[in-house]
């Protein structure tokens, strides 16, 4: 049987320009707390970006319960119940009330006028997420968020790379926090970062990031430990100078899998920015869950784990108030996402669409 084939593989750069920066870590005997390599990182990430204000972090969970935390204070945030369990789980970590409001049938994200009619006087924020590198509709968003006095945090862990209106996807909103995990587009083992563009959320950013403290022996306020580390940093370098390569990749994987897939009765999102797409992943949405779970099956007895992202749906978690949100509820019980790498071979997703032919076409 041939190799196993996940839903995606780490990126990792040649051995030897990663040691190169670990040999600088050695002659600096310095491995954490604001090391030259996490300020390098943060100036280059900066500027590819396009980012007015970037505090790199530990990873994109404590980016995302950073970001509440200082914008939303408590209260109901509207959110997404069609994302990764993290963006859920940051605002009950944070001691606030997730609300769901459904999602846009095509774009898979966030439905602006779901959101409208999801707001309470207790409504202090929303927590909307850019799902696979999709834009949300974010002038529908910041028009409701303006008129109703709330704060816009936007979960880019999908978007990096990816522009809309000829804007990194990634500075919309009050704020925007990204995932630097192993398992996205860029990575740095792992890692995040909180992007705005007001300079004092941004210093109130990195303040929290780093238990409060304000020089050795003052605390401008509450914070955690959310720093990111030296090897990391140097990961993200490396990873960095591959960007184009890795991109580039991506691109041609899902143009092949259009073709490869053509004429089955399956769909994708539609994309609102899909001329500053990042191709993040490939969501393939069935006609209904038994044709998805038998394809899921088929893909497993010849090795291949593609991934139910995003199945439960989030306002089916056990630790929050269910409500039924018919788009999302459907939507995420017929959707996988197959295996997009900067690695995979055109060969691979032939076997991966042959086995998806044989189960439904
Ligand atoms: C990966 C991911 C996160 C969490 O990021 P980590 O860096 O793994 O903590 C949050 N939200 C979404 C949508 C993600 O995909």
């Known amino acids: 049987m041939s190799k196993k084939l996940y839903v995606t593989k780490t990126h990792l750069p040649p051995i030897e320009r990663y040691k190169a920066y670990i040999d600088q870590i050695w002659e600096r005997g310095w491995i954490t707390n604001h090391g030259e390599l996490v300020g390098k990182l943060a100036v280059r990430l900066q500027k590819c970006l396009d980012a007015k204000q970037l505090c790199l972090t530990s990873n994109g969970t404590l980016a995302l319960q950073i970001a509440i935390k200082a914008l939303a204070k408590g209260g109901e945030i509207i959110t997404t119940p ?21 999602i846009e049938p095509g774009t898979l994200c966030i439905d ?5 009619q999801a707001i309470t006087p207790q409504t202090t924020a929303i927590l909307a997420t850019h799902v ?23 979960d880019a862990a999908h978007a990096f790379g990816a522009s809309y209106r000829g804007k990194p996807l990634c500075n919309y909103g009050d704020a925007s926090i990204l995932s630097f995990h192993a398992t996205k587009l860029f990575h740095t083992i792992e890692g995040g970062a909180l992007i705005c563009n007001d300079k004092e959320l941004h210093e109130t950013f990195c303040y929290m990031r780093n238990f409060g403290h304000d020089g050795e022996e003052a605390f401008h306020g509450l914070g955690i430990n959310a720093k990111m580390n030296e090897f990391s940093a140097a990961m ?7 960007l184009d390569g890795i991109l580039a990749k991506r691109k041609a994987i899902h143009e092949n899998y259009n073709e490869l897939l053509d004429g089955l009765p399956i769909t994708g999102p539609r994309l609102r920015n899909a001329d500053g797409y990042n ?4 969501p393939v949405l069935f006609a209904d869950e038994a044709a998805c779970l038998a394809v899921q099956k088929a893909l497993n007895k010849e090795g291949i784990y593609p991934r139910r992202y995003f199945y439960p749906p989030l306002n089916q978690l056990p ?6 949100m018919p788009v999302s509820d459907e939507v995420s019980r017929r959707v996988l996402c197959l295996p997009v790498s900067s690695e995979l071979p055109p060969d691979e997703q032939e076997r991966v669409s042959q086995i998806i032919r044989k189960t439904i076409g």
Do not use: M
């Not at 993200?236 to 591959?242: N, R, Y």
């Not at 191709?279 to 490939?282: G, K, Q, S, V």
């Open 82 to 102: 069609f994302s990764y369990v993290a963006t859920t789980s940051s605002i009950v970590w944070q001691g606030c009330k997730p609300v769901y409001a459904d």
């Open 236 to 242: 993200g370098l490396c990873v960095l100078d591959d």
């Open 112 to 116: 602006p006028a779901k959101i409208e």
């Open 132 to 154: 696979y590198g999709n834009a949300c509709d974010v002038e529908a968003i910041s028009g409701i968020a303006e008129r109703h006095g709330l704060k816009v945090i936007y």
């Open 319 to 324: 630790y929050v108030e269910h409500a039924p």
């Open 279 to 282: 191709h993040a992943y490939y």
